[in-house]
T-cell receptor, first 112, second 113 residues
Framework: KQEVTQIPAALSVPEGENLVLNCSFT??????LQWFRQDPGKGLTSLLL?????REQTSGRLNASLDKSSGRSTLYIAASQPGDSATYLC???????????FGTGTRLKVLA | KAGVTQTPRYLIKTRGQQVTLSCSPI?????VSWYQQTPGQGLQFLFE???????NKGNFPGRFSGRQFSNSRSEMNVSTLELGDSALYLC????????????FGPGTRLTVT
């Protein structure tokens, strides 16, 4: 059974720091992995989508990598800003079940 | 291009009642998925509809049901509401086939008293 874990559960950093969020999964049979941000009480905003055949994707200050062999994806945020404060979720599309499975999320707070 | 819309945004119901939530996908998207989000369980997959057919289903009791119309709009119904059904219900739409990207709506906050 596919399990998706995100560590740390919460993170607080000063503005300007570069930071890395982690997403681990137990089964490498995936179609893709997607990173989202969620503001309190709101829906999810898609940040980056990495297909199974890709190693990384970049958008602005965000860079996501995927290593299926180690069951790991990382989201790198450069020069963090208070506006980056949110919960970050990873989700993967399982090849076997064709279902999206979400991680537990990392709650990020960037201090001004 | 309009995003995914969900109505209503907020809902308060009493135990034992039933509720219907609505989701309109992005134009051209034919797949609609529903999720339940609670503080304790996180985001859990309810079901997915494509071309008016349920294509995939999560591990929820039969009180949770859904349907999709020919214009790809989807509704989710919960009967005999329980306190534990209080949650944020999210809908996501995507293109079909392959390895699509999901786009989420703002959610419906359901409170059961």
């Amino acid at each position: 059974k596919q399990e998706v874990t995100q560590i740390p559960a919460a993170l607080s950093v000063p503005e300007g720091e570069n930071l890395v969020l982690n997403c681990s999964f137990t089964d490498s049979a995936i179609y893709n992995l997607q990173w989202f941000r969620q503001d309190p009480g709101k829906g999810l905003t898609s940040l980056l989508l990495i297909q199974s055949s890709q190693r990384e994707q970049t958008s602005g200050r965000l860079n996501a990598s995927l290593d299926k062999s180690s069951g790991r994806s990382t989201l790198y945020i450069a020069a963090s800003q208070p506006g980056d404060s949110a919960t970050y979720l990873c989700a993967l599309l399982s090849s076997g079940t064709y279902k999206y499975i979400f991680g537990t999320g990392t709650r990020l707070k960037v201090l001004a | 291009k309009a995003g995914v819309t969900q109505t209503p945004r907020y809902l308060i119901k009493t135990r034992g009642q039933q509720v219907t939530l609505s989701c309109s996908p992005i134009s051209g998207h034919r797949s609609v998925s529903w999720y339940q989000q609670t503080p304790g369980q996180g985001l859990q997959f309810l079901f997915e509809y494509f071309s008016e057919t349920q294509r995939n289903k999560g591990n929820f009791p039969g009180r949770f049901s859904g349907r999709q119309f020919s214009n790809s709009r989807s509704e989710m119904n919960v009967s005999t509401l329980e306190l534990g059904d209080s949650a944020l219900y999210l809908c996501a739409s995507s293109l079909t086939g392959g390895s699509p990207e999901q786009y989420f709506g703002p959610g419906t906050r359901l409170t059961v008293t």
